[in-house]
């Protein structure tokens, strides 16, 4: 065990989040973890998020990146597009984060430290293993939904994991490539729960280390129902797939 990382990329899709981005980067730069870069995917915000961007990497082009697409087609599409630009950057470790603020960026060094001495391919930020939580201004239906969402994703895949939809997460460069993470084609929560499977169907084990959950600051919430459907029927989708 006992692996050193010598280069983490944090891949964070944008639209939309010219408030929240400047915030984060900060967060991320106080954590002062050797070789942490922060690489913003945007995707075309009308707000002038990608602006933003380029301003904070062109006054910290070591910590920095910029990823531009002209259409907004999705987190998972994003998702890919960041995560294939950090392996083909040589990215020891690559990390999940959303950009409102809803994930705890002072967990960062709890997930890395965790893939570096353990076996585990990724580590999830989870809001439902023991010391997690939700912010108390999640409203009751998101809080169900969210429940009910990794109850029904685990009781089809089996995947024996507490929080499933989680986008908080931390991997290690080698569980990615094998996985074959260009050629997921889910998006929203479905994708991160397509990413959970295929981790387990190839032998990887899934840390969780415990977050609080907070509601986001500024901006509004992209759960449209196109998603909603679709994470509904990624699981079967999967399951049908391996049989």
């Known amino acids: 065990m006992g692996e050193s990382y010598s280069k983490i990329i944090v891949v964070v899709p944008t639209y939309n989040e010219r408030d929240n981005l400047p915030v984060l980067a900060g967060l991320l730069a106080d954590l002062q973890v050797p070789g942490l870069q922060l690489l913003v995917v945007d995707d075309n915000s009308p707000d002038g998020t990608g602006d933003v961007a380029d301003k904070l990497a062109q006054d910290a082009p070591e910590r920095v990146g ?16 960041g995560i294939t630009r950090a392996l083909s950057e040589e990215a020891d470790i690559i990390i999940q984060m959303d950009a409102d603020l809803s994930h705890p960026a002072a967990v960062l060094p709890t997930m890395i430290e965790t893939l570096r001495t353990t076996d585990a391919g990724v580590v999830i930020g989870s809001r439902y293993v023991e010391g997690g939580s939700a912010a108390a201004e999640w409203a009751w239906h998101r809080r169900a939904l969210s429940a009910w969402a990794n109850f029904y994703v685990n009781a089809i ?28 084609q889910s998006n929203g929560y479905s994708f991160q729960v397509e990413m959970n499977t295929r981790a387990v169907r190839r032998g990887y084990r899934i840390a969780e280390v415990p977050i609080r959950f907070e509601e986001r600051t500024h901006g509004a919430s992209k759960m449209s129902l196109k998603v909603q459907l679709e994470s509904a029927l990624m699981p079967w989708k999967l399951l049908f797939r391996r049989s």
Do not use: N, P
């Open 66 to 81: 910029v990823l531009h697409r002209m259409e907004k087609d999705g987190l998972g599409r994003a998702y890919v597009a």
């Open 157 to 184: 895949l089996r995947l024996h994991v507490k929080d499933a939809t989680a986008g908080f997460k931390a991997w290690k460069a080698d569980t990615l490539r094998a996985i074959d993470v260009g050629s997921v």
